[in-house]
């Protein structure tokens, strides 16, 4: 696959500070800089996505929480109820939340790694649903989670909403979709959001909102990396670009030098021509059959997939 790269290290988001200084500035210093987007998610990044979810231009939240409530019947009927939810990446729980109710489902297990953030979440989900045996899991899906040995392994069903699998490119969607594949185990499934290819003026609005949202959520990864490599880049100095690329069917975002500069960090740095890009980001647009192809390669039989009546969105369930 063209432009695939698995991650330099299961481990990456786990990295100590020496060893994540090294990943950020190798990729700094390659000849097209590129920044990871898992370094959006620092406390700002977090709250600045949470906003863009509720953007009008940004449709995948809004889309798929409407396809989950009108198909909500149909899903529960093919995912089967009494299900043990696994959320990688759960964050809030509040999908998962509406999720375990409609399939009443017996266990939650939340997997992330902000495991403080998840624990409040699974707190509230707790009082919601009392009848939900619900734990928080403090983990990385791309680093090979093993969850506790008492969590049920019959009847999983791996939840992973939100089209978080587009931020991947092919070849780690694969490895990840293998991954949740061996968490679902015999007799499990996988429920999974992913945004599909539309208009390109939509996309390009999706990812550059005229409230600047996302231009701010761009540049806040300069302030994060800022306080992680001890660089001085200056945010106002670089402009927030979203591109759809055809070719990739993916929305690349990128920050652009407004001028030529210098910017350091502990041990190094590097001068930045004006125009010069640091590529921050990939959105990948699956287009329903490849995608089903990818699950198939990753060993998933029976797919069924609920889509939206403008083709936006996809909601997907197979079966392990
Ligand atoms: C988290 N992820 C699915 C978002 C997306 O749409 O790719 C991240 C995002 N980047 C810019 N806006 C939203």
Redesign the pocket.
Known sequence: LPGAQLPASPAALHLQPLARWREITGALLAPQASIS?KY?YDQRGSEL?EA?TRLPE?Y?TRTERALMRRHGGAIAEAVGTGRVVIEPGAGSCVKAQALCRRLRATHFVGVDISADYLRGAIERLRMALPGVDARAVAGDITAGLQLPPDIPRQRRLVFYP???I??FDPLQALALLVQMRALALEGGALLIGI?LPKDRAMLEAA?DDAAGV?AA?NRNVLVHLNRLIGSDFDPRQWQHLALFNQAASR?E?HLQARAAQRVRWTGGGRDFAAGERIHT?N?YKHPLPAFTALLRQAGFASVQSWTDARGWYAVVHARA
């Open positions: 987007p959006f996505f863009i940004y995948l939100g089209s978080s587009g931020n945004d990812y996302t959520f929305i975002m980001e959105s």
